[in-house]
């Protein structure tokens, strides 16, 4: 069974930068397009950031680009998201998801990133 676990989230003050990881086990990790999501109370999941299952392509929401930056490590089967001039906007839980061609879909537990003075 797959499974992906991030680390890496914190608090941190406005014009910060935080790097999270999301580590995968379990499954063929290059077969998988892999994306950050974050989520705030009250409000639905939303899309950050996503990478091609080579890094290919990537797309980033309209609210972090050019402030955050995602890759992806094949060999090492890890994700991640350098976050730069963090925002108190930005604060949710962030979210790490693998989703094949064929629609299996991983998610991890989430890391909370709080931007606070």
């Known amino acids: 069974q797959g499974q992906l676990v991030e680390s890496g989230g914190g608090t941190v003050q406005p014009g910060g930068s935080l790097r999270l990881s999301c580590a995968a086990a379990g499954f063929p990790f290059d077969y998988y397009v892999m994306s950050w999501y974050r989520q705030t109370p009250g409000k639905e999941r939303e899309l950050v950031a996503a990478?091609?299952?080579?890094?290919?392509?990537?797309n980033y929401s309209e609210a972090v680009k050019g402030r955050f930056t995602i890759s992806r490590d094949n060999a090492k089967k890890m994700l991640y998201l350098e976050m730069n001039s963090l925002k108190p906007g930005d604060t949710a839980i962030y979210y790490c998801?693998?989703?094949?061609?064929?629609?299996?879909?991983?998610w991890g537990q989430g890391t909370q990133v709080t931007v606070s003075s």
């Open positions: 990478i091609s299952t080579h890094g290919g392509t990537i």
């Open positions: 998801k693998a989703q094949s061609e064929e629609a299996s879909t991983y």
